[in-house]
Nanobody, 125 residues
Framework: QVQLVESGGGLVQAGDSLRLSCAAS????????VGWFRQAPGKEREFVAT????????YYADSVKGRFTVSRDHAKNTVYLQMNSLKPDDTAVYSC??????????????????WGQGTQVTVSS
């Protein structure tokens, strides 16, 4: 059982930056893809980004491409989501997720087995 804990959310102004963290209890976290998703009030969950276990492969939603960067630190069992040039439309609860070990995690939520509790990001105009 992989436990994921997000942190780093908060209230910022448009144009600001935030870095979210996703810390894992699993010491072999490098064997897992990690995806970031977000859900705004009244909207469906939306894919944001994903990163391979090695960190060598990343994929982003068009809505965040060029503004967000996903990375990972294997020594800390942590995946990061650096969010720059934030917009009010980025306001949502952000969650990280991992599929089963060695499985690929893409843009669909049903590819993921383990989920964190989420962290709120609010961007004011």
């Amino acid at each position: 059982q992989v436990q994921l804990v997000e942190s780093g959310g908060g209230l910022v102004q448009a144009g600001d930056s935030l870095r979210l963290s996703c810390a894992a209890s699993e010491r072999n976290f490098g064997n897992y893809y990690v995806g970031w998703f977000r859900q705004a009030p009244g909207k469906e969950r939306e894919f944001v980004a994903t990163i391979s276990g090695s960190g060598g492969s990343t994929y982003y939603a068009d809505s965040v491409k060029g503004r967000f960067t996903v990375s990972r630190d294997h020594a800390k069992n942590t995946v990061y989501l650096q969010m720059n040039s934030l917009k009010p439309d980025d306001t949502a609860v952000y969650s990280c997720a991992a599929p089963k070990r060695f499985r690929v995690g893409g843009s669909r939520g049903d590819e993921y087995t383990y989920w964190g509790q989420g962290t709120q990001v609010t961007v004011s105009s």
